[in-house]
């Protein structure tokens, strides 16, 4: 599987952006998606994911009521909605897939394939 993320940016405290992640050379359907992110310093931490049919999510509590993870299987398209963003979420978020399990995971080690990254930066 091959991801590409796009959609970061540098907003204002209280703002949003929607990362979007692209899925090609596997069936999208088959994959449990993941956005993971790191901020300088600190580990990788989980943020959100999504089950294979779109019915399930699973978002982090430091993002709950703020974030949205959703999928779009005709463009093979994973997307996290970001509102009422806080300097705290300042990271690289990056996109991650998972072929093998059928339950959503919160462990990085989990997801078979990554995507590049892409920069959030929220100034207060």
């Known amino acids: 599987v091959q991801l590409q993320a796009s959609g970061g940016g540098l907003v204002q405290a209280g703002g949003s952006l929607r990362l979007s992640c692209g899925a090609s050379g596997r069936t999208f359907s088959s994959t449990i998606m993941g956005w993971f992110r790191q901020a300088p310093g600190k580990e990788r931490e989980f943020v959100a994911a999504?089950?294979?049919?779109?019915?399930?999510?699973n978002l982090a509590n430091s993002v709950k009521g703020r974030f949205t993870i959703s999928r779009d299987s005709a463009k093979n398209t994973v997307y996290l909605q970001m509102n009422n963003l806080k300097p705290e979420d300042t990271a690289v978020y990056y996109c991650a897939a998972d072929s093998d399990r059928f339950s959503v995971s919160r462990d990085d080690r989990d997801y078979d394939y990554w995507g590049q990254g892409t920069q959030v930066t929220v100034s207060s």
């Open positions: 999504i089950s294979r049919s779109g019915g399930g999510a």
